[in-house]
């Protein structure tokens, strides 16, 4: 573990992404549940906007989840093989 990074150091800042990316998506039917509600009675133009917003959150919080698991994943794969090169550099096989 000479650079310090651990699977449990991925896992946990992944885990601190994950619980943003569901709380930024809260606000956004939170915005657009309140449009629907309030809005509805005078004017549906402002309802399509959140609800148009809320869809484009929708899609690009797909993505970027998408980019986030790979991500992790890939990050795994660098900490296995940084401490394989540990456990070798150290005499242990």
């Given at each position: 573990?000479a650079?310090?990074?651990?699977?449990?150091?991925?896992?946990?800042?992944?885990?601190?992404?994950r619980?943003?990316?569901?709380?930024?998506?809260?606000?956004?039917?939170?915005?657009?549940?309140?449009?629907?509600?309030?809005?509805?009675?005078w004017?549906?133009?402002?309802v399509?906007?959140?609800t148009?917003?809320?869809?484009?959150?929708?899609?690009?919080?797909g993505?970027?989840?998408?980019?986030?698991?790979?991500n992790?994943?890939r990050?795994?794969?660098?900490v296995?093989?940084?401490?394989?090169?540990?456990?070798r550099a150290?005499?242990?096989?």
């Amino acid at each position: 573990m000479a650079f310090g990074i651990t699977y449990e150091v991925v896992n946990g800042a992944a885990d601190q992404l994950r619980a943003q990316n569901r709380a930024l998506s809260e606000v956004v039917e939170h915005m657009r549940a309140t449009a629907s509600a309030r809005f509805a009675q005078w004017n549906a133009l402002s309802v399509t906007t959140y609800t148009d917003a809320q869809t484009k959150w929708n899609n690009s919080a797909g993505v970027m989840s998408g980019d986030l698991e790979a991500n992790v994943q890939r990050l795994m794969t660098i900490v296995a093989n940084y401490q394989d090169a540990d456990r070798r550099a150290s005499g242990g096989l």
